[in-house]
């Protein structure tokens, strides 16, 4: 990634969170809602969750958890195909459908077996609501209800937010943003995530909408 500064100098305390989004097998290689190379960030981030614990921080992960007859699945629009463009009321599904994923209970919306689960001080679930996707670790699309991330990272006194995982142009970006506009300053671990780029592009707007935004990017050497 071009023109990205990455922060320097970073030292995580007991008021920061690492978010790690969505490490589910359905997201990865092999999974129904694959995300290229999302298999190749797995270390990585338990790398980081083995700093954040050190350093007392909180560590979070996000789970895509939804029901069968989820409306964000193509396969519950007659005729409609995964990737075919569709926008309801609110925004709350959309912009394109999805092949089912991360369906309750199944193999695909577990978290990845290498992923150091037992790093993590608190699950969120999310996507529940059939009719209301919830791309945010903070809240559904619609922004009528929230997950109980923000009530979870007030109690913890958390200040700061730093998210990685999948998919970085959908989950990733929606849950930095949200954390932003919440109030918390937000980094994006950008070398931890990748994205589906769907539609094409998606990625390259994500990351300049973000940087607009005022979130700021890091990498390894930031917390050196
Ligand atoms: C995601 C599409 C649908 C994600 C979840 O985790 O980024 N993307 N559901
Ligand atoms: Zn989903």
Redesign the pocket.
């Known amino acids: 990634m071009e023109h990205v500064e990455f922060e320097k100098n970073i030292k995580i305390d007991k008021n920061d969170a690492l978010i790690i ?2 490490m589910q097998y359905d ?1 990865i290689p092999g999974g129904s ?1 694959p995300v290229e190379e999302g298999d190749q960030i797995i270390n990585g981030i338990n790398d980081i969750a083995k700093l954040f614990k050190k350093k007392t921080a909180q560590v979070v992960l996000t789970q ?1 958890w939804h029901p069968k007859k989820h409306l ?1 699945f193509a396969s519950n629009h007659p005729g409609k195909s995964p990737g075919d463009e569709y926008i309801s009321d609110n925004r709350a599904i959309g912009p394109i459908l ?1 092949p089912d ?1 991360c369906i309750q209970g199944t193999k695909g919306a577990k978290f990845h077996k290498d992923l150091k689960v037992d790093l993590a001080d608190k699950v969120i679930k999310k ?1 529940m609501n059939p009719s209301v ?1 919830s ?1 945010s670790g903070f809240q559904d699309n619609d922004k009528k209800s929230e997950t109980g991330l923000r009530e979870y990272l007030n109690s913890k006194k958390i200040k700061r937010i730093f998210v990685c995982g ?2 970085l142009d ?3 970006y929606y849950t930095a943003l949200d954390g932003f506009n919440f109030g918390y300053k937000a980094y994006f671990l950008v070398d931890l995530t990748r994205g ?1 780029d769907l539609p094409e592009g998606n990625i390259k707007t994500a990351l300049e909408t973000m940087k607009k935004t005022g979130i700021k990017f890091v990498n390894n050497e930031s917390f050196k």
Do not use: I, K, P, R
């Open positions: 989004v969505d997201f809602l895509d964000s999805w994923h996507g996707d791309y999948l998919a959908y989950c990733c589906v």
